[in-house]
């Protein structure tokens, strides 16, 4: 078993910047895929962000130029530091691992951008 732990979020003004963290632990080698997923009230999670074992990277086209997802394969850890964030940014963040061929989910980190 692998377990996520995600930290970072938090309420944040409009145009500021947070920084996510997700941490895998438990039988965690050869992480493949790590990403970042975020779910809006009465919206579908959707894909924000991933980046594999090698360092290529995906970015969904609404944080582009925004977000930047980068990972430590010796840490087993996955970040996501957005910037210039927006009120339509408010979500639930969650991280997601591939590890083989199964998928691990955190348990989400709420980011909040609000006046």
């Known amino acids: 078993q692998v377990q996520l732990v995600e930290s970072g979020g938090g309420l944040v003004q409009p145009g500021g910047s947070l920084r996510l963290f997700c941490a895998a632990s438990?039988?965690?080698?050869?992480?493949?895929?790590m990403g970042w997923y975020r779910q809006a009230p009465g919206k579908q999670r959707e894909l924000v962000a991933r980046i594999t074992r090698g360092g290529s990277t995906l970015y969904a086209d609404f944080v582009k130029d925004r977000f930047t997802i980068s990972r430590d394969n010796a840490k087993n850890t996955v970040y996501l530091q957005m910037n210039s964030l927006k009120p339509e940014d408010t979500a639930v963040f969650y991280c997601k691992m591939v590890v083989v061929l199964n998928d691990y989910w955190g348990q989400g980190t709420q980011v909040t951008v609000s006046s």
């Open positions: 438990g039988n965690a080698r050869s992480i493949n895929s």
